[in-house]
């Protein structure tokens, strides 16, 4: 059984910065063939791209609306990503997902295979 637990979350002022980091289990989870992403969704609004980072971490993708703000890494001994959020503005505010797949990063929510629970990022102005 695949399990990705996000943790991280929390209030921040604008300006402020939060790290999120989302840990994998399952003995069926090969860390080092997955790409994983993170995304985010506001109240009455879609799941949207965050970042994404393939399997070595020498590939990353980025929403236009974070980039130059966030870091997406990883640390595959740990089986852990983590997103470096600064800058915060209150549009960051949502609750954020990690998300797994094989081989390729991708933007697309439908390209996934597991997913977290989320953990909810609140920027106050």
């Known amino acids: 059984q695949v399990q990705l637990v996000e943790s991280g979350g929390g209030l921040v002022q604008a300006g402020g910065s939060l790290r999120l980091s989302c840990a994998a289990s399952g003995r069926t989870f090969n860390m080092y063939a997955m790409a994983m992403g993170w995304f985010r969704q506001a109240p009455g609004k879609e799941r949207e791209f965050v970042a994404a980072?393939?399997?070595?971490?020498?590939?990353?993708d980025y929403a236009d609306s974070v980039k130059g703000r966030f870091t997406i890494s990883r640390d595959n001994a740990k089986r852990t990503v983590y997103l470096q959020m600064n800058s915060l503005k209150p549009e960051d505010t949502a609750v954020y997902y990690c998300?797994?797949?094989?081989?390729?990063?991708?933007?697309?929510?439908?390209?996934?295979?597991?997913w977290g629970q989320g953990t909810q990022v609140t920027v106050s102005s």
């Open positions: 998300a797994a797949r094989l081989r390729t990063i991708a933007a697309l929510t439908t390209a996934y295979d597991y």
């Open positions: 980072i393939n399997w070595s971490g020498g590939i990353t």
